[in-house]
């Protein structure tokens, strides 16, 4: 779909970047993901990023299904996948950024 949504843009990299985030987000660094069962760094990083910014957002955010989870819950099962669902190498920054998100979201 972001294929065909993004094919006239004159903008490669950015449609290939697109197309990555949306195709591999679901993959896990350990190899247990779909829909490819890719692992480390066989993911492109920007997938790896979105993993991280996609279940945080699942986690601290109200659905249909369940209600949003505490900052530090979702930060305590984030932390936990590192290494196996998410690139322990971004860790860093997902740390770096989490007092932004947080703020993003009380915002909401």
């Not at 990299?13 to 066989?42: C, M």
């Not at 699942?58 to 819950?73: D, H, I, M």
Request: charged share 35%.
């Amino acid at each position: 779909m972001v294929h065909e949504i993004l094919r006239d843009m004159d903008n490669e990299a950015f449609r290939r970047i697109a197309e990555n985030v949306a195709h591999y987000h679901h993959e896990r660094v350990d190899g247990s993901g779909y829909p490819e069962g890719l692992k480390g760094g066989q993911i492109p990083l920007e997938a790896r990023i979105m993993a991280i910014a996609d279940v945080y957002d699942a986690l601290v955010s109200k659905r249909v299904y369940k209600e949003k989870f505490s900052f530090e819950k979702a930060d305590r099962i984030i932390l936990e996948g590192m290494g196996t669902r998410f690139d322990m190498g971004l860790k860093e920054y997902y740390e770096e950024a989490r007092p932004r998100l947080e703020a993003y979201y009380e915002s909401e």
